[in-house]
């Protein structure tokens, strides 16, 4: 039973950074995987904000593009969201998935596997 748990959310203001953290635990031995992050902003439907498939390929929405950076550190089963230039629009619930495989969508449908979310508030 793999296990998602996330951190690092907050309160900031805009232009601001914060970085998420997933720490992963359990079965999760697979050569082939897609890890990312949704999130869900209040009063509307769950997003999918960025994705890295086990090679390393990385995936953004393009509302973060250049803005947003997900990272993954294997030895510690940890994988990261730094959010920089922050925006009050980024404000949302934000989500761990995972699932084996490769070709990471943003379909939520997809992932067997999700945290119980980190909130994230940007102020203007």
């Known amino acids: 039973q793999v296990q998602l748990v996330e951190s690092g959310g907050g309160s900031v203001q805009a232009g601001g950074s914060l970085r998420l953290s997933c720490a992963v635990s359990?079965?999760?031995?697979?050569?082939?995987?897609?890890m990312g992050w949704f999130r869900q902003p209040p009063g509307k439907e769950r997003e999918g904000v960025a994705t890295?498939?086990?090679?390393?390929?990385?995936n953004y929405a393009n509302s973060v593009k250049g803005r947003f950076t997900i990272s993954q550190d294997n030895a510690k089963n940890t994988l990261y969201l730094q959010m920089n230039s922050l925006e009050p629009e980024d404000t949302a619930m934000y989500y761990c998935v995972r699932r084996p495989g490769r070709l990471c969508r943003f379909e939520w449908g997809d992932y067997q596997n999700w945290g119980q979310g980190t909130q994230v508030t940007v102020s203007s």
């Open positions: 359990g079965y999760t031995f697979r050569y082939t995987y897609c």
């Open positions: 890295i498939e086990s090679d390393g390929t990385t």
